[in-house]
C-alpha cells in the first residue's frame, strides 16, 4: 500500500462548489505539506502543518483552507472553487533530519488532478 | 530574483549522452540541496540529495555542488529515453522546501 494516499484522484467540478481534498499518511511524520503545479510554474506551496496544532500559510493560500485532523490526515478544501483553480494537487510528508527547523526528504502523493469549468 | 532558479528547458539530449541540469539560488545560509524527478502527470520523487560542496555519485547521477557561487547541478551520465521528465530542484528554508519551476529533459533515441 502507498504511504501517502491522496483522494479523489479526479475531480471535476463547477465554479461557486465547495470541494475537499484529502491526504493520508502512513509514514508517521508529523509534517504535512498541500502544493498546486500548474504547466511552468512548478510546485508553489498552498498550506503545511508541522503538527497536529500547528498550521501555516504557504505562499498562495487565498482561496483555500486545511484541517489537520489527526497526525496521519491533512484535508484541502476550496470554499467557492474557481476556474483559475484548476490544477494538479499534491501533499507530502516530512520528518526533520536536524531538529533545526530544516526538513528532510519530502513523501509526495500521487496527486489530485481537479478541474473547474 | 526567484529564490531558487533553473533553465526550463526543454532540454534535448541524446541517448548515451551526459545531460546537464543546473539550478542557482539566493539563501547563502541553505545547507542542503535536493533535486526530484517528476515524470508527466505523475508525482516528484527525490533522486539526489547534497550536504557538501563538491561532487556526490549515485549510479549515473552526480550532484554537484558550489556554496561558493550558489549552484547545484545534476549530471545524468549514459541518459536514457526513460530520463525524459522534469527535474526539479528544492531548498529547505524554515522546515520547508522551496522548489525552481523545474527543467524539462527529453532523451532522444
Known amino acids: 500500500d502507498a504511504d501517502v494516499t491522496q483522494t479523489p484522484r479526479n475531480r471535476i467540478t463547477k465554479t461557486g462548489k465547495r470541494i475537499m481534498l484529502e491526504c493520508s499518511q502512513t509514514?508517521?511524520?508529523?509534517?504535512m505539506y498541500w502544493y498546486r503545479q500548474d504547466p511552468g510554474l512548478g510546485l508553489r506551496l498552498i498550506y503545511y502543518s508541522f503538527d497536529v496544532k500547528d498550521i501555516n500559510k504557504g505562499e498562495i493560500s487565498d482561496g483555500y483552507s486545511v484541517s489537520r485532523q489527526a497526525q496521519a490526515k491533512f484535508s484541502l478544501s476550496l470554499e467557492s472553487a474557481i476556474p483559475n483553480q484548476t490544477a494538479l494537487y499534491f501533499c507530502?510528508?516530512?520528518?526533520?533530519?536536524?531538529?533545526?527547523?530544516?526538513?528532510?526528504?519530502?513523501?509526495f502523493g500521487p496527486g489530485t488532478r481537479l478541474t473547474v469549468l | 530574483q526567484k529564490e531558487v532558479e533553473q533553465n526550463s528547458g526543454p532540454l534535448s539530449v541524446p541517448e548515451g549522452a551526459i545531460a546537464s541540469l543546473n539550478c542557482t539560488y539566493s539563501d547563502r545560509g541553505s545547507q542542503s540541496f535536493f533535486w526530484y524527478r517528476q515524470y508527466s502527470g505523475k508525482s516528484p520523487e527525490l533522486i539526489m540529495s547534497?550536504?557538501?560542496?563538491g561532487d556526490k555519485e549515485d549510479g549515473r547521477f552526480t550532484a554537484q555542488l558550489n556554496k561558493a557561487s550558489q549552484y547545484v547541478s545534476l549530471l545524468i551520465r549514459d541518459s536514457q529515453p526513460s530520463d525524459s521528465a522534469t527535474y526539479l530542484c528544492a531548498v529547505p528554508q524554515g522546515g520547508k522546501l522551496i522548489f525552481g519551476q523545474g527543467t524539462e529533459l527529453s532523451v532522444k533515441p
Open positions: 509514514k508517521g511524520h508529523d509534517r
Open positions: 507530502a510528508t516530512s520528518e526533520p533530519k536536524y531538529r533545526d527547523g530544516d526538513t528532510d526528504t519530502q513523501y
Open positions: 547534497i550536504y557538501s560542496n
